[in-house]
């Protein structure tokens, strides 16, 4: 079988949402180079042996996406709508160089051989997520999730997730109700649910991440719990839950500052993530004019999840 491969060139910041919009539209798999990464893992080995200066110097900033169609897409109608969506994502994020190209590649040059460097992994110090064909045992009271890439945004590999999820983990308490904002695959639903909170209502505004989400949900035996819904944080009840977490992107974030403390209890706790480091003042005070304590922050590479509890002015 052949494949579409589309390539993006885009930034650090905004490779997530970029990934996300190609699921969003059909890829059947994404994959991401990021030369950030290999630079900051080479010069965090701390010795000039490893991290070779001419190395390091040959590496440039752009992350490069590539995203995998059947042929039922036509490279042309792909292209258009690739170009279309990149355009809304600029209007929030340096999206970047964009658009970088295509070819047509065989199955057995991804769709099968990338599975063996897809492992079960911890995403917090309790949580393993494991794809469904590999055979894993949970050990000593792991938690153990089956979650397969490529079906849309939100593996677990990716910082932003491993930070919430090492979040949701210190914080959620049994009985707990939890709102999951940007829900995606449904990846810290299953987490919370997990954890003990008896009652999660997830929500994204991406129809193919609603259906995933729900899958995943069944497949990890926590759809009795879990509410999977299309839609933003105002078409939800207006509820007070214990915790709410978004991992998205910082305008958004941002943006709820004005509504989140309405859909939690005092000193209800937000779990947010998505945030590149440079922006993490301006989270702060955003959620500072409005009530908010922030009370820890994390880092990871480039980015930051930070928790604060609701309080109000009254």
Known sequence: MKWIQVRIKTTEEACDAVSEMLTSIGAGGVEIEDPNEIRRHMESLGSPDYADRSILDSLDSDVTVKAYFNQEHTPEELVAEIRERLRTISRFLDAGEGYAGYETVDDEDWSVAWKKYYKPFHISESVVIKPSWEEYAGKNGEIVIELDPGMAFGTGTHETTRLCARLLESYVREGDHVLDIGCGTGILSIIASKFGASRVDAIDIDETAVSVAKENC??????????????????????????????????????????AGDYLKKDGILIVSGIIRDRKQEVIEAYDEKGFELIKADEMGEWVAMVFKWQSFS
């Open 218 to 259: 069944a497949i990890n035996g926590v759809g009795h719990n879990v509410t999977v819904r299309k839609g933003v944080l105002s078409d939800l009840p207006q509820v007070k839950a214990d915790i709410v977490t978004a991992n998205i992107i910082a305008d958004v974030i941002i943006d709820l500052s004005g509504t």
